[in-house]
C-alpha cells in the first residue's frame, strides 16, 4: 500500500489516534473547517517559555503577511520566505490566536498558508515542479520546515497535495542516498567532504547535518518504505560523524543506532573541540549539531516513531557543548562574532538550546533558553519592529528563525507530556557550571576565559584580531564582533607571535589566562583572571589604542539599553545619548579658525567596519561663500570603479566617491582637492554615504606635501588625564599612558594620541585609582596588582630578570611565588621572564611582619621566612589563601619553613589535571568518565569497564618523564601506558615526546578503578 493510502486507512478506519499519539499533533484542522480548527493542543501552551514564543511567532506574523504576494497568492519563493508557513501553521491549530498581535485574521492567515503549501508541494522538484527543491544546500532544510508545517494542517489539504508532500518526503531521502558519500552537484561550493570532513575555512559538521536532515523525515513519517533500511543507514552515518575527531572517536566502542564510534571517518573538528565558520573566532557553528537535530527530532516526535539514538548519544557533542557553555553570554546565546554585524540573532538560537533542554534535559540549557527567551521580546519590539533576526541585516533569516520558533514550541508541548518541564539552573549554577579556560590554538586563534563575572579572549584569527572583554557576560554593552577594534587598535593587524599561557583552577588554583602577541609595531597582552578582571598591556602599537566600541540602544526591556550611557571620570561626568536609528547617511558641517591653503583633504582614521569610506559630496567654503571645491581638481588614495574621486566635488547627489573594494579595511583612506591656488576658508561639510567615516581628520596644505590638522571629527563629549573611567556604572578601567583616553560618540579610546605604551585595568564594576603600584626598573616589563594577583608582562624578545617594587598598605603584605623582601612600603619581589611571557601570581600567603623580613613562596602550601638581621626573635603572622593565620617565630638569621598540610601546593606539577579525556560521551558500557581520573578529587575514580581503555589529551606535544597510577583499594587490573603524537598511532611508553597519554585495561568486574592518572615532564 502506498504511504498515501496507507495513510487515508489509518484515519478511515479511527486510526486518527494512532497517528496522533505522539500527542504533538491535536491541533490538525478537520478538513473542510474555515476560520479555525476543530482539533486542538490541549490547553494554553506548557510553561512560560512557550508562552514567549507562542507571542513573539503572533506578532511576527505582521511581518509574514507584509511578505505574501497577492498577486501570485502566496507568499514567495524568494529567499524561501515560503518557510513562514511552518510558524502560521502552529499558530492555526493552537489555541490563544490573537488577530490584533497578528496582524490579520485567522481564516485570511489559513488560506494563504494552504495556498503556499499546495503551490510549493507541487512546484518542487521532487514532484515534478521547477521552482525549487532537492538541492542540499539549502532547499532541503527549507523542506524539513514545509514537511512539518503541512503535517500540521494535514487534514486540510487535498489529496494531490498530500501525495506532493509524500513525494517530497521519500524522494528526497532517495536522491540523498543515491549521492553515497559524493556531493550534490547542484550544491555548488558547499560539500562534507565525503566522509572525511575536515574543518579549514568552514566547517563540515554543517554540512554533514545537512545529508541527515534530508533523510530525516522520510524516516519519520514513510518507516515502512522498502528502501528505508538504506536511509536509515545513510542517516546514520552522516549524523554520527558530524562531531568526528579521531583522537576521541578511535577509542571509543561504544554502538550508536548498531554501529560503533570507531568506525567513525571524519574530522570535523580543530583537535581542542571547535567549529568555526566564515573565518570567524567564535564556536557559533558548533550549535549546527544540535539545530539540525532539533529539526530532525521534531518529524520523529511529531509522527511518532522513535528517535534514532544518534539524536540523543552524539558522539563529542558534550565536549563540544562544554565550548559552547564557555562562549556563552547573559542572553543565553553563544556569542556570534561574524565578519559584518551579526553579534545578535535571537531568533536563529533558540532551536539548538531548546533541543538540549527539551529533549536532552539539560538543565543548563534551560538555563540559557530561559535568558534567551526574555530577550525576544524587546528583540523583537525594537525597530525595524517585528522582526527576529534584525541584527543580520538580511531579512532572509526571518523565515528561519520563525520556522525554529515554532519548532521550539513544539518541543516544549512534547516535553510536557513525556516527562515534565525542565527545571533551569539557578544563575549561579550555570555561571560556576559554564566558568573554565581553554587555549583552542593557532589555527582557530581563541585563548578563551569565561569567569563567574566576565568573559574574556585573546583573539588572533585574521581579520577579527582583538583582546575581547565582556564584564557579566553583557552582550549589549561592549561590541565584539567583526571589524570593530576591541583594545587593540584595529583587527587587521597582523600577528607575528603568538603566545599562550592557560591557568586551570584544578592545577594552578585559579582559572586565568595570559594572550601575549607580537606585531611589527611591537607587543601587546591581555591577562585575565578570575574574578572577570583583565589586564591589558602594549608598547604602543598605534595611535588610538585602547579601543571599546559601547552598544548605546533605546531598546526598552533589555537590560542597560536606557538610550544613554553616562561615563565618569577624574574631570566628571557626561552622558551620551543613543543616536537615532541609522540612515544609511550622515552629514557633516566642521567649522575652524579661518586658514589660508591651496589643499584641502579629509584623512580616515577609523572607518565603517563593513565598507570603509564613501562621500556624496565634499564642499569647503568660506562662511556662507560658494563652494571652492567645485572648481578644485579631486584625488583620492584609491576609488572603486564609476565612483571616482571627481564625483565627490561634481556638485550631483547622485554620484559619489568610495574607496576601492581591497582598501574598505584600511583606516588612513583620503580624498583631498587641490584648490588650484591658495584660499582662505573656514570650514567644509561632508556629506556621507552609508560607508562613513567613524573618526576623521580635515588637514590643509600650501604644497600637498606637508599637512597641518584643523579639524576633527567626531569631538570627545569627555576628555581624561585622571587616570580612571567608570563606563555606564557596569565596567570600571584604570589606565596608565602619557595620551588622554576620550569618550567619543560610542566610543571609548583609552590611549586617544601617538602611540605609546599603555596599561590598563578593566574590572566588571566601577573602580577608581586605589590600586597598588608596580614598578620594574625595565621598560619592556609591565607589571600590576588586580584584585590581588601580581601580573607580569614580558613585552619583548629578550629574557628580562630583575625586581618588580609593589607598594602594599603597611601591616599585612600579599607574597607571591617566588622571593621578595618585605619593606617599609611594599614588597620587593624577583622576576625572571622568558622572551615574550606573561605570567599571573594568585597571593599564596599574606604575611604581619617588619621590613627586612625575606620570604620564598615554594606553592600554596609552603613558605620560607627569614629575618635577615635582629638579634631577637620575631613574631610574624602568616595567612594562605583562603585558611587560617599561624603566628610563626623566626630567629634571627635562620631560615623557617612554614607549611600548611591541609592546603593544596599549587601549581601542581601533574599536566594530566583538567585536560579532555576520551571516551567522550556517549560511553561505552561498564564504564564511568575518566575525567574523573583527572579531576584531582580523591573521592572520584574512573571505573574502565571491560578491557576499557582511556586517552589524556594533554594539549600540545610534551615531555613526559614519567605516568603514574593510583587505584581504589582492590584488585588493579593489568594495565599499560601508551603514548601517541597524533592520536591516531600510539607506542607502548610512559617517556617521551607525546600529546595523548592513554591507559589500557584488562579490566573486570570486581577490579579497582583508577583514582588517578599523573603525567609529569
Same mark, same amino acid.
Given at each position: ?726 563606563? $555606564? +556604572?557596569? #565596567?570600571?578601567? &584604570? ?6 583616553? %576620550?569618550? /567619543? =560618540?560610542?566610543? !571609548? *579610546? ?58 602594599? $598598605? +603597611?601591616? #599585612?603584605?600579599? &607574597? ?6 618585605? %619593606?617599609? /612600603? =611594599?614588597?620587593? !619581589? *624577583? ?187
Amino acid at each position: 500500500m502506498g504511504e498515501l493510502n496507507r495513510r487515508k486507512a489509518l484515519l478511515g478506519a479511527g486510526g486518527v489516534a494512532a497517528l496522533l499519539a505522539s500527542g504533538l499533533l491535536p491541533g490538525v484542522a478537520a478538513a473542510g473547517t474555515e476560520g479555525t480548527a476543530s482539533g486542538r493542543a490541549p490547553g494554553g501552551p506548557p510553561d512560560p517559555v512557550a508562552a514567549t514564543y507562542l507571542r513573539v511567532l503572533l506578532r511576527h506574523t505582521r511581518w509574514a503577511e507584509q511578505q505574501f504576494d497577492p498577486v501570485a497568492g502566496i507568499y514567495p519563493a524568494k529567499d524561501f520566505t515560503f518557510a513562514v508557513v511552518l510558524g502560521n501553521a502552529l499558530l492555526l491549530t493552537r489555541d490563544g490566536y490573537d488577530e490584533a498581535t497578528a496582524g490579520v485574521d485567522q481564516q485570511t492567515l489559513k488560506a494563504h498558508t494552504l495556498a503556499t503549501i499546495k503551490h510549493f508541494a507541487a512546484s518542487n522538484l521532487l514532484t515534478g515542479g521547477t521552482e525549487w527543491g532537492r538541492k542540499l544546500f539549502f532547499d532541503t532544510t527549507f523542506q524539513s520546515y514545509f514537511v512539518l508545517a503541512a503535517r500540521l494542517l494535514w487534514t486540510d489539504l487535498d489529496d494531490a497535495t498530500k501525495t506532493n508532500v509524500e513525494r517530497i518526503t521519500t524522494e528526497q531521502a532517495a536522491y540523498t542516498t543515491a549521492l553515497g558519500d559524493r556531493d550534490d552537484p547542484t550544491s555548488g561550493g558547499w560539500t562534507p567532504n565525503g566522509r572525511k570532513g575536515g574543518y579549514v575555512g568552514d566547517t563540515k559538521l554543517e554540512e554533514m547535518g545537512v545529508y541527515a536532515q534530508s533523510l530525516a523525515p522520510a524516516l519519520a513519517w514513510a518507516p515502512a518504505d522498502a528502501r528505508a533500511k538504506d536511509w536509515r543507514e545513510a542517516f546514520g552515518t552522516w549524523s554520527r560523524n558530524e562531531g568526528g575527531l579521531p583522537a576521541a572517536d578511535l577509542v571509543n566502542p561504544r554502538l550508536v543506532d548498531g554501529v560503533p564510534i570507531t568506525a567513525n571517518t571524519a574530522t570535523n573538528l580543530y583537535d581542542t573541540f571547535l567549529v568555526e565558520n566564515h573565518g570567524s573566532f567564535g564556536p557559533h557553528y558548533q550549535e549546527e549539531l544540535w539545530r539540525t537535530s532539533g529539526r530532525n527530532a521534531m518529524h520523529f516526535l511529531a509522527a511518532g516513531t522513535p528517535l534514532p539514538e544518534v539524536l540523543t548519544a552524539q558522539p563529542n557533542g558534550e565536549l563540544l557543548w562544554r565550548t559552547m557553555l564557555l562562549m556563552t553570554s547573559d542572553a543565553g546565546e553563544p556569542l556570534m562574532p561574524m565578519v559584518a554585524d551579526r553579534e545578535h540573532l535571537y531568533g536563529r538560537d533558540v532551536i539548538p538550546l531548546a533541543f538540549r533542554a527539551q529533549v536532552l534535559g539539560d538543565r543548563h540549557a534551560a538555563r540559557a533558553e530561559a535568558d534567551l527567551a526574555a530577550r525576544l521580546e524587546p528583540y523583537q519590539a525594537y525597530a525595524p519592529a517585528d522582526r527576529i533576526t534584525k541584527f543580520s541585516g538580511e531579512p532572509k533569516y526571518e523565515p528561519e528563525a520563525r520556522a525554529e520558533l515554532a519548532i521550539s514550541y513544539l518541543l516544549h508541548e512534547w516535553r510536557a507530556r513525556h516527562g515534565g518541564p525542565v527545571t533551569p539552573a539557578n544563575k549561579t549554577e550555570f555561571d560556576a557550571h559554564a566558568a573554565g579556560v581553554a587555549d583552542f590554538g593557532a589555527a582557530p586563534g581563541l585563548l578563551a576565559h569565561r569567569s563567574p563575572a566576565a568573559w574574556a579572549a585573546t583573539v588572533t584569527k585574521p581579520g577579527f584580531v582583538k583582546f575581547a572583554w565582556q564584564p557579566h557576560h553583557d552582550d549589549w554593552l561592549f561590541v565584539l564582533g567583526g571589524a570593530n577594534p576591541m583594545l587593540l587598535p584595529a583587527t587587521n593587524i597582523t600577528v607575528k607571535e603568538r603566545h599562550a599561557t592557560t591557568y586551570a583552577k584544578v592545577r594552578d588554583g585559579f582559572d586565568g589566562t595570559v594572550g601575549l602577541l607580537r606585531f611589527d609595531a611591537g607587543y601587546a597582552a591581555l591577562a585575565t583572571l578570575p574574578t572577570g578582571a583583565a589586564v591589558y598591556a602594549s608598547t604602543g602599537i598605534a595611535e588610538g589604542e585602547g579601543v571599546l566600541n559601547v552598544f548605546n540602544l533605546a531598546m526598552p526591556g533589555m537590560p542597560g539599553l536606557d538610550g544613554d550611557r553616562t561615563y565618569t571620570a577624574a574631570e566628571g561626568k557626561v552622558t551620551v545619548k543613543a543616536q537615532a536609528a541609522p540612515t544609511g547617511a550622515r552629514t557633516d558641517d566642521l567649522t575652524f579658525a579661518p586658514v589660508t591653503a591651496r589643499h584641502v583633504r579629509m584623512l580616515g582614521v577609523l572607518p565603517d567596519p563593513t565598507y570603509g569610506y564613501s562621500l556624496w559630496a565634499f564642499e569647503v567654503r568660506d562662511g556662507d561663500g560658494p563652494d571652492l571645491a567645485r572648481a578644485g581638481t579631486a584625488s583620492a588614495s584609491s576609488a572603486s570603479s564609476g565612483k571616482e574621486a571627481k564625483y565627490a566635488t561634481d556638485g550631483d547627489p547622485a554620484t559619489r566617491w568610495a574607496v576601492s573594494t581591497s582598501d574598505r579595511p584600511r583606516t588612513d583612506s583620503w580624498l583631498a582637492v587641490d584648490l588650484g591656488a591658495p584660499a582662505t576658508f573656514d570650514r567644509v561639510k561632508l556629506s556621507w554615504e552609508a560607508a562613513a567615516g567613524r573618526k576623521y581628520r580635515v588637514e590643509t596644505s600650501p604644497d600637498g606635501v606637508t599637512w597641518t590638522p584643523v579639524a576633527t571629527y567626531p569631538i570627545p563629549a569627555l576628555r581624561s588625564t585622571g587616570g580612571w573611567l567608570d563606563v $555606564d +556604572g557596569r #565596567a570600571g578601567v &584604570l589606565v596608565e599612558s602619557p595620551n588622554p583616553l %576620550t569618550v /567619543t =560618540g560610542d566610543r !571609548v *579610546t583609552l590611549s586617544d594620541g601617538p602611540a605609546a605604551p599603555l596599561l590598563a585595568e578593566l574590572y566588571p564594576a566601577p573602580r577608581k585609582p586605589a590600586r597598588a603600584r608596580v614598578t620594574t626598573g625595565a621598560p619592556a616589563v609591565r607589571a600590576t596588582v588586580a584584585d590581588g594577583f601580581l601580573v607580569l608582562l614580558n613585552l619583548s624578545g629578550t629574557a628580562a630578570n630583575g625586581t618588580a617594587t609593589v607598594s602594599q $598598605d +603597611g601591616g #599585612a603584605y600579599r &607574597l607571591y611565588r617566588g622571593g621578595q623582601t618585605v %619593606t617599609r /612600603t =611594599g614588597t620587593e !619581589v *624577583t622576576y625572571a621572564l622568558a622572551p615574550a611571557e606573561g605570567r599571573i601570581e594568585p597571593p599564596r600567603f599574606t604575611v604581619r611582619g617588619p621590613a627586612g623580613l625575606k620570604a620564598v613562596v615554594r606553592d600554596a602550601s609552603r613558605v620560607d621566612l627569614t629575618m635577615a638581621s635582629g638579634f631577637l626573635p620575631v613574631v610574624v603572622t602568616v595567612t594562605p589563601d583562603g585558611g587560617r593565620p599561624r603566628p610563626v617565630v623566626l630567629p634571627p638569621r635562620r631560615t623557617v619553613p612554614v607549611v600548611f598540610g591541609d592546603v593544596r601546593p599549587y601549581p601542581l606539577a601533574d599536566v594530566a589535571l583538567g585536560r579532555a579525556t576520551f571516551p567522550a560521551a556517549p560511553l561505552p558500557p561498564g564504564m564511568s568518565s575518566p575525567a574523573a581520573a583527572v579531576d584531582d578529587d580523591p573521592a572520584t575514580a574512573w571505573r574502565p569497564g571491560p578491557d576499557g581503555r582511556m586517552v589524556v589529551d594533554l594539549g600540545a606535544v610534551t615531555a613526559v618523564s614519567a605516568v603514574e597510577l593510583a587505584w581504589t583499594p582492590g584488585r588493579r587490573p593489568a594495565a599499560s601506558v601508551e603514548t601517541s603524537i597524533d592520536g591516531v598511532t600510539y607506542r607502548t611508553a610512559g617517556t617521551g615526546p607525546a600529546r595523548y597519554v592513554a591507559v589500557r585495561t584488562g579490566w573486570r568486574s570486581g577490579d579497582a578503578s583508577l583514582s588517578r592518572m599523573s603525567v609529569r615532564t
